[in-house]
């Protein structure tokens, strides 16, 4: 099991750039797909985007595409989100999780005000 924490949140306004970390403990971070997700308040998770073992192939969601950027560092043992161009509607708690997902770590806020 791999357990994860998140970090790099915080309140921003429209525009400006924010990285999110998940720094991964536990065996075998190499050998999982990792994810991130987010729940913005009074809805369901979702997903944000994914990236492979080796990270040369990554997917987001429709939402995100071409604003956001997902990355790993399997040296580190840490993925990160790039978050660029953000919106009011970004704003949620982000969460990173591996694929198929286990344990949810407590995820970081990220708020967007315009």
């Known amino acids: 099991q791999v357990q994860l924490v998140e970090s790099g949140g915080g309140l921003v306004q429209a525009g400006p750039s924010l990285r999110l970390s998940c720094a991964a403990s536990g065996r075998d971070f190499s050998s999982y797909s990792m994810a991130w997700f987010r729940q913005a308040p009074g809805k369901e998770r979702e997903f944000v985007a994914r990236?492979?073992?080796?990270?040369?192939?990554?997917y987001y969601a429709d939402s995100v595409k071409g604003r956001f950027t997902i990355s790993r560092d399997n040296a580190k043992n840490t993925v990160y989100l790039q978050m660029n161009s953000v919106l009011p509607q970004d704003t949620a708690v982000y969460y990173c999780?591996?694929?198929?997902?286990?344990?949810w770590g407590q995820g970081t806020l990220v708020t967007v005000s315009s």
């Open positions: 999780n591996t694929l198929p997902t286990d344990a």
């Open positions: 990236i492979s073992r080796s990270g040369g192939i990554t």
